[in-house]
């Protein structure tokens, strides 16, 4: 039952982060592409969560706290940018 | 035994019910008309999704090697801290920037209201800010230097 249900939401993932890569390429605007962005590194979290459950492994727990830390710091860096023109001030 | 398979038909359930809800949060985003919709998917959808699959995680090495694992309860508290901020920062992003949006939905946003909507794009209050002036100025849309 868990290997059915860890493959059923890996392939909806994937559609997901596949989707998202539709809306980066295609997105009309910039805040468009960095929601894309965004939403493909919270998917990417979950995609090494299941990874872990798959492996049966808890290695790359840090890695998935690394890429949330890093892509929260990254959205807010371009939206000050886009905001103001200058990230630090 | 029993315990065994109630723990996996929870995990088996919040594994299933987070990659529904992360599905149609990008569904939500690759399908909605407009920008401002657009944040809505994302934002609550795939947040949701990702708590559910933490949760998920987390129960599963909690039950097979008999020891609580914090590290998923940190990272989703931590998305649930911050996929607030970066949608509050979005949006404003989306406001300063004059995105096009459609006029087909009920209400609507008092940044964005008595003015002429359609597809064009959004400028200020023309009226408000510049009463001297007739007519409404066609603004520019602003682009980041």
């Known amino acids: ?89 | 035994m029993l315990f065994y398979v109630i723990a996996e038909g929870v995990i088996a359930f919040l594994l299933v019910a987070g990659g529904i809800f992360a599905f149609t949060g990008s569904l939500g985003m690759l399908q909605f008309k407009d920008f401002f919709m657009r944040l809505h998917g994302p934002t609550k959808g795939t947040t949701l999704g990702i708590g559910c699959m933490l949760i998920a995680s987390m129960l599963y090495f909690t039950v097979t090697q008999r020891e609580f694992h914090v590290q998923e309860l940190l990272i989703t508290l931590f998305l649930f801290i911050t996929a607030p901020v970066t949608g509050h920062m979005l949006a404003k992003t989306g406001l300063h920037m004059h995105l096009r949006f459609t006029t087909g939905t009920r209400g609507s946003v008092p940044e964005l209201r008595d003015e002429d909507v359609g597809q064009s794009r959004v400028a200020r209050p023309a009226k408000a800010r510049h009463p001297w002036r007739p007519g409404r100025q066609q603004r520019k849309p602003r682009l980041p230097r």
Not at chain 1, 61 to 74: T, Y
């Open chain 1, 1 to 89: 039952m868990l290997d059915t249900a860890l493959m059923i939401s890996l392939g909806l993932i994937v559609a997901a982060m596949s989707m998202n890569v539709i809306r980066l390429a295609r997105g009309p605007d910039v805040p468009d592409r960095l929601l894309a962005l965004d939403t493909l590194y919270v998917n990417s979290i979950a995609l090494i969560v299941l990874l872990g459950l798959w492996l049966n492994t808890k290695t790359y727990f840090e890695a998935a706290m690394l890429i949330a830390m890093l892509g929260f710091v990254g959205t807010m860096a371009i939206c000050r940018y886009l905001l103001r023109g200058d990230i630090i001030e």
